[in-house]
């Protein structure tokens, strides 16, 4: 199992950015291992089922969803084995908290709200 560290929510105006972080730390396996999973987001709103956010190929290639392409980029970083989420022009229906999976295994979740 992949131990992940999701980081970097909080509370911030519309409009406004935040960049999440998905880390996997320890040295159970390589970077190299990381290299090759897709990095998954997710979040889950209050009352509302998890939904899919972005996801970035282990070669690279990122997706997303529709609430959220042009605003949001998902990148990685595989020397350091993390993934990151920028989200800009955050608006309310942003707020929730966001997942990261890799390998089948989940970061804990890290709350993002966006009010005035």
């Known amino acids: 199992e992949v131990q992940l560290q999701a980081s970097g929510g909080g509370l911030v105006q519309p409009g406004g950015s935040l960049k999440l972080s998905c880390e996997a730390p320890?040295?159970?396996?390589?970077?190299?291992?990381?290299?090759?999973?897709?990095v998954i987001w997710y979040r889950q709103a209050p009352g509302k089922e998890r939904e899919w956010v972005a996801r970035i190929s282990g070669g690279g290639s990122p997706s997303y969803s529709i609430s959220v392409e042009g605003r949001f980029t998902i990148s990685r970083d595989n020397p350091k084995k993390t993934g990151y989420l920028q989200m800009n022009s955050l608006e309310p229906e942003d707020t929730g908290v966001y997942y990261c999976?890799?390998?089948?295994?989940w970061g804990q979740g890290t709350q993002v709200t966006v009010s005035s």
């Open positions: 320890g040295t159970t396996f390589s970077s190299w291992a990381f290299s090759t999973w897709d």
């Open positions: 999976k890799v390998a089948g295994s």
